[in-house]
């Protein structure tokens, strides 16, 4: 019966390594993710400096709409990335402390 226990524990406690792992690599794209949306705004910064300054009138009044969304856009889904990191990170914590308890 002992043998058996222990196998049961060493099962249940790869589960919880192997969704770590998992999440981990979830958490990795997120990162990915987040960074491709801080390079593409550098990008807009750039072409912001380089032209909006020239626009007047309807062009202007449109492109400072749009701009606004698109910053506004940004910044929500900065805000959701680290949100869902946070959890993440817990949910990972929670995992290993689960495994570690079945050593």
């Known amino acids: 019966m002992e043998l058996i226990d222990e196998i049961e524990r060493k099962v249940q406690r790869r589960k ?3 969704m770590v792992d ?17 390079n593409s705004k550098q990008i807009y910064r750039s072409a912001h400096g380089c032209y ?3 626009w007047k009138g309807q062009t202007r009044d449109a492109y ?3 701009a606004a969304e698109i910053n506004s856009t940004g910044n929500k889904i ?6 869902l990191i946070k959890e993440i990170n817990r949910e990972i914590r ?6 570690e308890a079945l050593r």
Request: zero cysteines; a neutral charge.
């Open 78 to 83: 900065n805000h959701q990335g680290e949100l």
């Open 22 to 38: 998992i999440l981990e690599g979830y958490r990795s794209n997120i990162h990915q993710a987040l960074s491709r949306m801080g």
């Open 94 to 99: 929670r995992l290993l402390a689960k495994a």
């Open 16 to 18: 919880y390594l192997m």
């Open 64 to 66: 400072e709409e749009i």
């Open 52 to 54: 909006a300054h020239q």
